[in-house]
């Protein structure tokens, strides 16, 4: 592909960002099958563990599309890639992404989200300043964050807005926090037309099954425990991945240059009754499996360091300015998740092995036999 008929996706073969890609192409699960654009994508992607081009099967080969396999820690690379394309906009969704993985090793996080934000920020500038007219006026650059950066609530405290100070508590959202302030300083400093937003808990298809959720879906299955964090009562607000999708749209549409959008699906729910439901769902669609009822498995262990008690998501500025809403609720989200799952054991298969299997066993060994379960945060 080229000329300036695409935008270029960064991590597009993730969990969110292959969701954004099938459902900006018409082909994801829950979509029509009507393209949102008739503009292409170009997928720029390193490919880790949690990058699977599965998850882009139904596109791969398709018009419209190009995978580009490589690192945006690499300067030249992005550059050459944003010469060649010449994209009408950036989505940035390439980052580390899982809480645990960042308390055991947090060095990959600050290279990759930091690092790597900045290199494409400073890729970004070049090739913006050397556009002119109306490809110059309508570029923008689509920063996807998470609500992590904003630290932890109190049982009574107000949902996180816009203006709530960062305090971030992990080193996966401190890197996060770190590049949300790169990119402001970018538009400040250098004019350079970004927008971020900062999402709550997604879930949904194709997400990788170190995760809250998934884990949940694929150990239940198995018989496996349960693992659930301390008391269970950490609450968040989740957000189904298609609706998240949309919102990021709605952003690149119509957001405003600078401005921070909030992203939260108005469902907050403790990590125990998420597992509780998830073992519901389970009984009924698998009547007869010999694990039912599935409740029987869930197994508390001992809290992660520095746990986030509560996450809330106030969305009224992205539903007021752009006139988002999301569209699932927890339930009917929750059981097109579990249906899918369900749907897809040779996708669960693929992803939990090698790789994954091995980074399991090397940082929680045989302490309950599987990873614990951790928060589902914005990739």
Not at 163 to 177: D, E, G, L, R, V
Not at 227 to 239: E, N, T
């Amino acid at each position: 592909m080229s000329g300036s008929n695409c935008i270029l996706v960064t991590g597009g073969t993730g969990f969110i960002g292959s969701n954004f890609v099938l459902d900006w192409m018409g082909a994801g699960p829950t979509t029509s099958g009507k393209p949102t654009s008739d503009t292409g994508i170009i997928n720029l992607d390193l490919l880790t563990y949690a990058g699977n081009p599965a998850n882009l099967a139904a596109i791969e080969g398709r018009p419209g599309y190009t995978l580009v396999h490589g690192d945006i820690c690499d300067a030249t690379l992005v550059a050459e890639t944003l010469d060649r394309y010449q994209p009408k906009a950036i989505v940035h969704f390439a980052a580390e992404s899982h809480v645990d993985r960042s308390i055991v090793g947090p060095e990959a996080f600050l290279k990759t989200n930091i690092d790597g934000t900045f290199t494409l920020l400073n890729a970004a500038r070049s090739y913006y300043e050397r556009l002119t007219g109306e490809k110059k006026e309508n570029f923008r650059f689509l920063h996807v964050s998470t609500d992590e950066v904003y630290g932890t609530l109190g049982p009574h405290d107000p949902a996180f807005h816009e203006k709530t100070p960062y305090a971030p508590n992990s080193p996966y959202a401190a890197s996060k926090a770190s590049s949300d302030h790169l990119v402001r300083a970018w538009v400040h400093t250098y004019k350079l037309p970004c927008i971020i937003t900062n999402c709550s808990n997604n879930y949904g298809p194709f997400q990788f099954p170190e995760k809250l959720i998934p884990l949940m879906i694929t150990h239940a299955l198995n018989g496996k425990p349960l693992p659930v964090y301390g008391d269970g009562q950490q609450i968040r607000d989740w957000l189904y991945v298609s609706d998240h999708a949309s919102a990021l749209v709605a952003v690149l549409e119509r957001g405003r240059i600078g401005e921070t959008y909030n992203v939260g699906g108005g469902n907050q729910r403790s990590n125990l009754a998420v597992v509780e439901t998830i073992c519901a769902l389970l009984d009924e669609l698998r009547p007869d499996s010999k694990f039912a009822p599935h409740s029987q498995l869930i197994t508390y262990v001992k809290d992660r360091p520095g746990h986030d008690r509560r996450y809330a998501i106030d969305a009224r500025k992205i539903e007021s300015e752009l006139g988002w809403t999301a569209s699932e609720s927890f339930e009917t989200g929750l059981r097109k998740t579990v249906e899918w799952y369900l749907a897809n054991p040779g996708w669960i298969e693929n992803v939990t092995s090698g790789a994954y299997q091995q980074w399991v066993q090397k940082n929680y060994g045989d302490r309950t036999g599987i990873a614990p379960a951790s928060e589902v945060v914005a990739r």
